[in-house]
């Protein structure tokens, strides 16, 4: 498969020669230096957090890539950091809320395009139980937030790839 990014990777940040070209779908060579650079998967995390009446927890999201779009709390692993710490961090961040329980589901292939570099990303789903919604805040890179019963989800609102498999997965009750 060719690299999505060849077009933006020109010059190696080793030797600064204009002889860096992609070697696949994920790796750069330069010519001049031999320096080999990786762009390899990233890590994130997606919850599933339910409302004791069976709604489920829907973000807005509030920057790019899908500004606008509705998608499921969570976000990027930092370095160091586990990708359960990292989804209790993201909720607190985005929703002022605790978690108080994670259940892994699954994990789903993606891409995730930002500012013109193609990243794949590896989403890891989780249900995520939450006991108080009382202080539930839109922060971070979320706008808005809203309840909705699984059956009413529209697919076609919400913007990245990985999320609507996720809505097959919640609608088929596949965990």
Same mark, same amino acid.
Do not use: W
């Given at each position: 498969?060719?690299?999505p990014?060849?077009h933006?990777?020109?010059f190696?940040?080793r030797?600064? +020669?204009?002889?860096?070209t992609?070697?696949?779908?994920?790796?750069?060579?330069?010519?001049?230096?031999?320096?080999n650079f990786?762009?390899?998967?990233?890590?994130?995390?997606?919850?599933?957090i339910?409302?004791?009446?069976?709604?489920?927890?829907?973000?807005?999201?509030?920057? +790019?890539p899908?500004?606008?779009?509705?998608?499921?709390?969570g976000?990027?692993a930092?370095p160091?950091?586990?990708? /359960?710490?990292?989804?209790?961090?993201?909720?607190? +961040?985005?929703?002022n809320?605790?978690v108080?329980?994670?259940?892994?589901?699954?994990?789903?292939?993606?891409?995730?395009?930002?500012?013109?570099?193609?990243?794949?990303?590896? $989403?890891?789903?989780?249900?995520?139980k939450?006991e108080?919604?009382?202080?539930?805040?839109?922060a971070?890179?979320?706008?808005?937030? /809203?309840?909705?019963?699984?059956?009413?989800? &529209?697919?076609?609102?919400?913007?990245?790839?990985?999320?609507?498999?996720?809505? &097959?997965?919640?609608?088929?009750? $596949?965990?």
């Open positions: 498969m060719k690299n990014n060849s933006l990777f020109n190696c940040p030797c600064g +020669e204009k002889n860096f992609a070697v696949n779908k994920k790796s750069f060579q330069c010519a001049e230096c031999r320096f990786y762009l390899n998967c990233a890590a994130a995390a997606i919850a599933l339910f409302t004791p009446d069976n709604k489920l927890l829907v973000t807005r999201r509030k920057y +790019e899908a500004k606008g779009s509705l998608d499921f709390p976000g990027f930092d160091g950091e586990t990708i /359960e710490e990292c989804l209790v961090r993201e909720i607190k +961040e985005e929703l809320l605790d108080t329980k994670l259940t892994y589901i699954c994990s789903v292939p993606n891409t995730y395009q930002f500012k013109d570099v193609t990243y794949d990303i590896t $989403d890891f789903i989780f249900a995520c939450v108080n919604f009382d202080h539930i805040l839109a971070d890179d979320i706008c808005d937030f /809203e309840f909705i019963f699984p059956d009413l989800l &529209d697919k076609n609102k919400f913007g990245l790839d990985s999320v609507k498999k996720v809505i &097959d997965m919640v609608r088929a009750n $596949d965990f």
